[in-house]
């Protein structure tokens, strides 16, 4: 049974960081792309970032270039989204996905909210 969890999600004032994490658990890394949307009140769930383990190929919504960097560890199976610079606009559940071509898997989602 696959599950991702996240976590690391909160307040913080604009200008300031925070780190997600998404731990993953029954599914082979390699195999799957992952990665982070976001759904802020009001809108349409949107792609963040995303990362491709066997080319480590890494894609950024232009919103977020510069300011939010995607990492991993395969031997924790782990994901990390670390945001820098964050702006009220970032304020979003933030949901961790995994895809192949066969399934999608999705996290229960963390809140961030960025004060002004």
């Known amino acids: 049974q696959v599950q991702l969890v996240e976590s690391g999600g909160g307040l913080v004032q604009a200008g300031g960081s925070l780190t997600l994490s998404c731990a993953a658990s029954g599914l082979t890394f390699s195999s799957y792309t992952m990665g982070w949307f976001r759904q802020a009140p009001g809108k349409e769930r949107e792609f963040v970032t995303s990362?491709?383990?066997?080319?480590?190929?890494?894609y950024y919504a232009d919103s977020v270039k510069g300011r939010f960097t995607i990492s991993g560890d395969n031997a924790k199976n782990m994901v990390y989204l670390q945001m820098n610079n964050l702006k009220p606009e970032d304020t979003a559940v933030y949901y961790c996905?995994?895809?192949?071509?066969?399934?999608?898997?999705w996290g229960q989602g963390t809140q961030v909210t960025v004060s002004s």
């Open positions: 996905y995994a895809i192949s071509r066969l399934r999608a898997y």
């Open positions: 990362i491709s383990w066997n080319s480590g190929r890494t």
